[in-house]
């Protein structure tokens, strides 16, 4: 057997409309172990659909040919471009790789210059096309429509469509190799080419740029114009690109530890990485998409993760257009085909718009974050919102057992497959019996974390919709405190100091998963066994050095290797801190959030899925997942930090959980409601400084100080033992 | 048309009024895309056919999930075919390698675009009645198992010219 290629840290280059995957030797080539196995995940994806695969150039000078990668002799990431320099046969060729937004797409262009003498340079550009959402992850579709017009390469695949255009314009077509006079085309397409001669000599640089965009081919036509402009100066939509990364950047809060620098980077280094997944693909949808290469489409429980961290830098704008993306596609009666059911919230979403239903958990997170969108922003939850929650609400209750108000999970995939089963010519499926966060993993039919988010979701729903006469509020938190009692009463596993994973037809489940962590999180259990689960869940079967396994290395159907039954994911890590820290165990949460922080140090700024549970190495890995940064950061604020908001009513509560050892800590930029708060810590004291329109009032675990705007104060904090 | 199968189709129907007026024709298109791309990139049209020796047929792309597979079973009308008598290739020309040969050591490795070519030792289909295939993996990486299914009507293969 052949070994997979060694993990590599490519560099992701995004724009919030398309992606340029690429390994960093010169070509847009990602050969990743996908699966277990290695898949090229090279070439342009925009408007989460995946354009291409590999698109590679090569170069012929006289009788001698090459690639380009062949001639790299530097590459890398330059203010927001992939720069790469070539030489080969007297010519040197800087290239230039960048997503833009003007139109979804990528633009790639080259500068060819020669110390000495005239020559021709050939290039040929080929590409691999593939025109399918980036959601169905293992199929390349075959059959292609092809056609030039208007000085363009039209390629489309049922309702997805790429243009290709170039400045000079090709001499040369390719299909499948064959050279091609122009025209139209139907018909099975492996490649396609285009050639270029350059005429190149010393004192006149020769140039090629192109420009590969697309997703709905329905939108191709409209974006014309602008990706002319794009092509006549590919520079500057690259720029553009980079300029409103760097304006994010800039109004996102500064964090500083001197004690503590690799978690610094780590801090860094997540909210670029989250910075990398917005999305706003097309179709009026705005988010974060999961990851990359594989995920690189908006999941509804994705997002809900990635938009705490979101609103906690600040941009609470992206977070209610996000959340609006997503309640556009809250079903409004039961689509068996699409796995939906009334009130439910999409699993996925892409342009189109496509979007499928059928997971147990992605609704349930809405209402807290909705309630958390409000605090953050200081402004009320929008009254349609407030008929989502209740949509929502009554879809877990139809789920809902109302003796217990254990909320079912599980058979989803096999109602979509009952749905579609007498339909299809060819049928095909994934015996997937549930979907919770570890949807691999058999865990039904009350998975533990569900319970919690579901408790969760009660709560807040019903602080939104508040008491009226419908009296829902008062049957959800009704439903809430049963809940909380069956939680206390069936899943306590006393002889593990645990919470067993699930219940099923009325016998637990004696799994240990990090997923229990939730409920200490949640504060749903007593301090005696809240501890006692933090403790289990650091010992050595499902805590190891570099991170949280999803299920403990004893369990007999632990497989290291395994998805959700034995590999690491860096969000249990998250989940693990973010339960120390509740506890009130700040060593070991800060332990955790180092395992996480050194993951980004040796990923070179990449943060992984998840790694196989018996040593440090990602498998079955997407090199960037939003679940691998945001908990981190959502963690760092809401726990190391200590920090809580209601910019409604002025509050900000910091409670930090420094480490006795540390002298020093700041966060700067943190935005609460319309205003900044710069905090400034140490042992003895925390200064806070507030521009805002109104006073802010800081709440310590010692004292309470309100501030006009423009002002400082000192809070004298009492020394931790 | 089975009673099963008009009622599905109604019921399709309605789903499919209900997305066009919920969310947009184009949605229903778009979706609708996605199902018939992945319907007519898997299984090769025409490729089922009879052999001296049996039966074969080919996919374009592996059924949903890439990756490593570390076990195949395949049946031919419910009942599997022992592994020995399942072949498969990477293509024409490539070599043949048996489905007992597959395992979590040596998996079959598929990745977007791939063409698999399958050839089943044994008598099927004799009735000329369409027969139904089903081909079932098991990822190494993620548990669930992966499975394909297609009913079509055994073609008699063109002898060598």
């Not at chain 1, 925009?46 to 012929?60: F, K, N, Y």
């Not at chain 1, 593939?130 to 292609?144: A, C, K, M, N």
């Not at chain 1, 147990?360 to 809405?366: A, G, I, M």
């Not at chain 1, 403790?535 to 632990?558: C, I």
């Amino acid at each position: 057997m052949i070994a997979p290629p060694p993990a590599i840290h490519p560099p992701l280059l995004t724009s919030r409309s398309a992606a340029a995957l690429l390994d960093g030797r010169g070509d847009l080539e990602l050969v990743r172990e996908t699966r277990g196995a290695p898949v090229d995940w090279g070439g342009v994806m925009a408007s989460c659909v995946r354009l291409t695969g590999p698109w590679r150039l090569d170069l012929r000078s006289g009788d001698s040919e090459t690639s380009l990668p062949a001639t790299t002799i530097s590459a890398g990431l330059s203010d927001g471009l992939f720069v790469s320099r070539h030489r080969w046969g007297g010519f040197e060729i800087e290239q230039r790789v960048a997503p833009v937004d003007d139109v979804p797409g990528v633009v790639r262009s080259l500068r060819c210059t020669r110390s000495s003498g005239v020559a021709a340079l050939t290039v040929t550009s080929r590409f691999v096309p593939y025109l399918l959402p980036v959601l169905v992850e293992g199929i390349r579709p075959h059959l292609f429509r092809l056609e030039t017009r208007d000085e363009t390469l039209r390629v489309q695949q049922r309702t997805f469509g790429l243009e290709y255009r170039s400045r000079p314009l090709p001499e040369l077509l390719f299909v499948n190799r064959g050279s091609w006079i122009g025209g139209r085309y139907r018909g099975r397409v492996e490649e396609i080419g285009a050639q270029y001669t350059l005429r190149v000599d010393p004192s006149t640089p020769a140039e090629l740029a192109i420009v590969l965009q697309g997703g709905l081919d329905r939108a191709l036509d409209s974006r014309a114009a602008a990706a002319a402009a794009v092509l006549a100066d590919p520079d500057a939509a690259a720029r553009r690109v980079v300029t409103a990364d760097r304006r994010w950047t800039d109004a996102t809060p500064t964090f500083r530890c001197p004690d503590a620098p690799a978690l610094e980077r780590a801090y860094v280094a997540a909210r670029e990485g989250l910075r990398r997944l917005y999305s706003a693909p097309g179709d009026d949808l705005t988010g974060l998409v999961a990851g990359y290469p594989w995920y690189a489409a908006i999941w509804g429980r994705d997002l809900a993760w990635m938009l705490w961290a979101v609103l906690w830098l600040g941009d609470y704008d992206w977070a209610a257009r996000s959340i609006d993306s997503l309640l556009r596609f809250q079903a409004r009666s039961a689509l068996p085909v699409l796995g939906g059911e009334a009130g439910e919230l999409p699993m996925q979403v892409a342009p189109g718009p496509i979007f499928l239903y059928g997971t147990s958990d992605t609704t349930l997170y809405f209402p807290l974050l909705m309630a958390g969108w409000s605090a953050h922003a200081g402004a009320p939850v929008p009254s349609a919102w407030i008929e989502s929650v209740r949509a929502m609400i009554a879809w877990g209750e139809a789920r809902t057992d109302p003796s217990t108000g254990l909320l079912r999970n599980g058979g989803e995939a096999e109602e979509i497959e009952a749905a579609t089963a007498a339909l299809a010519r060819v049928r095909y499926g994934i015996d997937a019996p549930d979907t919770t966060i570890w949807d691999s993993a058999d865990r039904r039919a009350h998975a533990v974390d569900i319970q919690v988010h579901w408790w969760r979701a009660l709560r807040a729903a019903a602080g939104l919709v508040g008491d009226d006469r419908s009296g829902s509020a008062e049957r959800w938190r009704s439903t809430a405190d049963r809940l909380a009692a069956t939680l206390g009463r069936e899943y306590a596993w006393p002889a593990e100091g645990y919470l067993y994973d699930s219940l099923r037809d009325g016998r637990p489940i004696p799994q240990v998963r990090p997923n229990a962590l939730r409920a200490v999180s949640a504060g749903l259990l007593p301090a005696a066994l809240a501890r006692s689960v933090v403790a289990r869940a650091a010992a050595d079967d499902l805590t190891t050095p570099w991170g949280v396994r999803t299920l403990s290395a004893k369990d007999p159907a632990y497989d290291p290797q395994a998805y959700h039954a034995g590999q690491v994911w860096t969000i249990a890590t998250a989940w693990a801190a973010d339960a120390a820290f509740a506890i009130g165990d700040a060593e070991r949460g800060l332990r955790y959030l180092l395992t996480i922080a050194e993951r980004y140090g040796d990923e070179g700024g990449s943060a992984n899925e998840c790694y196989r549970g018996d040593r440090p190495e990602p498998f079955d890995s997407c090199f960037l997942l939003g679940f691998s940064v945001a908990p981190f950061l959502t963690v760092l604020f809401e726990r190391l930090w200590g920090l809580s908001v209601n910019a409604g009513a002025g509050v900000l509560t910091v409670r930090p959980a420094f480490p006795t050892s540390w002298g020093s800590a700041a966060l700067d930029n943190l935005r609460v409601g319309d205003g900044s708060v710069g905090l400034d810590w140490s042992p003895e004291r925390l200064r806070v400084r507030w521009l805002g329109p109104r006073p802010l009032t800081v709440r310590t675990a010692d004292e309470v100080a309100t501030l006009p705007s423009g002002q400082s104060a000192d809070l004298p904090l009492r020394p931790t033992t | 048309m089975s009673s099963r199968h008009a009622g599905a189709l109604f019921a399709l129907l309605r789903q499919g009024l209900t997305l066009g007026v919920d969310y947009g024709t184009h949605s229903l298109e778009a979706l609708l895309a996605v199902a018939e791309t992945v319907e007519e990139n898997v299984y090769a049209i025409d490729s089922f056919r009879r052999t001296g020796e049996g039966i074969e047929f080919a996919l374009d792309n592996p059924p949903l999930r890439v990756g490593a597979f570390g076990a195949i079973r395949l049946a031919v009308d419910g009942t599997f075919v022992p592994p020995e008598r399942v072949r498969w290739r990477a293509g024409e020309g490539r070599e043949w390698r048996t489905a007992d040969s597959v395992g979590p050591a040596t998996p079959l490795w598929w990745a977007p675009g791939d063409r698999t070519e399958f050839a089943v030792l044994g008598t099927f289909g004799v009735d000329g009645r369409p027969s139904t295939v089903r081909l079932e993996l098991r990822s190494t990486a993620i548990p669930p198992l992966v499975w394909f299914e297609f009913t079509e009507t055994l073609e008699e293969k063109a002898p060598p010219p």
